[in-house]
């Protein structure tokens, strides 16, 4: 019954991607079901992008996988969240923490050229 399944976890995901509304860096959530995405942004109250010459995605991609969480980059700096159909509640509550871990780096490394 992975169609039941995914319906009972799918709020959790959404309700974790949640916590990354008015972050520092996120200027947008989105998701539906078990797919979710974080649009990080220079300024997020204008959903201004970061200069795409500066990779910022593909940093973040690369801390979640140091912390061991498989992300992916679409195009400019969205990072998209597309778990396994059987993941469990638990499972969810860990991507999200590990997510929440790399966006702290990020944050760290994007303030580092900032300054």
Do not use: C
């Not at 996120?26 to 998701?31: L, P």
């Not at 679409?74 to 999200?96: R, Y």
């Amino acid at each position: 019954n992975v169609i039941g399944h995914v319906q009972k976890v799918a709020p959790r995901l959404q309700q974790g991607l949640e916590r990354f509304k008015g972050h520092e860096i996120v200027g947008h959530v989105r998701g539906l079901g078990l797919i979710g995405a974080i649009e990080l942004a220079a300024d997020p109250a204008r959903r201004q992008p970061f200069d795409s010459a500066r990779g910022v995605g593909a940093y973040f991609v690369k801390r979640a996988q140091a912390h061991g969480l498989i992300v992916r980059v679409l195009g400019g700096d969205v990072i998209a969240f597309s778990p396994p159909l059987i993941i469990t509640e638990a499972e969810i509550d860990e991507m999200i923490d590990k997510a929440q871990a790399a966006l702290a780096d990020t944050l760290t490394w994007v303030r580092s050229w900032k300054a």
